[in-house]
């Protein structure tokens, strides 16, 4: 489904500032797998995450998704495959538009009327039904802006709008991170839900361990722009939230603070 290979991406080459943020990263995910990423700050997830959706070019290497050349595609030649969540629940949807209006436009990103707001009367049931499944009262405020939402509640609703389209690659970079832990819960377990009945093939950036080892079914770890860690099946069910910090301190060469997120 996604196959990135040999990946580099060198912000400020050749001044004071060059970042090599990925070095020759490759990772492939078969269709619906559900990968979960750690790596601290710095490692280069996000940065992976953006190569994969075409925000940033890439210096070097090839990105398939489904086995297509997107490499030197643009965002929105990728848009039909590809859908996002971002940390920020501000970013990611269009505040000044209304629920619907939001989920029209992710409902036709990619198709041929692209940028169409207008939405018919079967679609507006759809999206309805869809919304009444969060059980957030959010299927009587169709017409309402999205700014009006709270951060949870925007949250949940780019979820769906992520899977109005079957068969995408969903990126979701520390889309919990904002939310207090009861709408972080409730986020985290609409996203088990939606990717596994969407069969999203799904990549989840997280800072939490223990989140990273729950959900999902293999965990990657990025350090210094590569993947040093690639676990699934029975290797990963024996390991526990000690075990990773372990392996994140060997990869680090240094103690980690007992930091709370970490732990969570
Ligand atoms: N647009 C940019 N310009 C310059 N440097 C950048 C840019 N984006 C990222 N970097 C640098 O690239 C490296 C990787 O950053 P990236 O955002 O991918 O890390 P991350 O793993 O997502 O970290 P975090 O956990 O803090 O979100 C960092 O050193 C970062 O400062
Ligand atoms: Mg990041």
Redesign the pocket.
Same mark, same amino acid.
């Given at each position: 489904m996604l196959s990135a290979k040999d990946i580099h991406i060198t912000?400020?080459a050749g001044t004071p500032i060059e970042?090599r943020?990925l070095r020759g990263m490759s990772l492939d995910i078969p269709e619906g797998q559900f990968v979960t990423v750690i790596? &601290?700050?710095?490692?280069?997830? &996000?940065?992976?995450l953006n190569a994969v959706s075409g925000d940033l070019a890439i210096d070097s290497g090839t990105i398939l998704i489904s086995g297509r050349d997107v490499t030197r595609k643009p965002v929105w030649a990728r848009a039909a495959q590809v859908a996002r969540v971002f940390q920020d629940p501000m970013a990611g949807t269009c505040e000044n538009l209304s629920i619907e209006e939001n989920m029209a436009l992710a409902y036709n990103r990619g198709r041929r009327r692209g940028l169409s707001l207008a939405v018919r009367k079967p679609m507006r049931e759809e999206f309805r039904e869809r919304l009444a499944i969060l059980g957030l009262g959010l299927e009587n405020r169709l017409s309402d802006r999205i700014g009006l939402l709270s951060g949870g509640q925007r949250q949940a609703v780019s979820l769906l709008m992520a899977a109005l389209q079957p068969s995408r690659i969903l990126l979701l970079d520390?889309h919990t991170a904002a939310l207090d832990p009861r709408t972080a819960d409730f986020v985290l377990n609409l996203t088990v839900r939606i990717v596994e009945e969407s069969r999203l093939t799904t990549m989840m950036?997280t800072?939490s361990m223990r989140q990273a080892l729950d959900v999902g079914q293999r965990t990657v770890m990025?350090h210094q722009g590569n993947v040093v860690l690639d676990v699934s099946g029975d290797e990963r069910k024996g390991m526990d939230v000690p075990d990773l910090l372990a392996m994140f301190e060997r990869v680090r060469g240094e103690k980690l603070s007992d930091d709370a997120l970490l732990l969570g």
């Open positions: 912000f400020n970042t943020a790596g &601290s700050n710095g490692a280069g997830k &996000s940065t992976f520390e950036v800072h990025l």
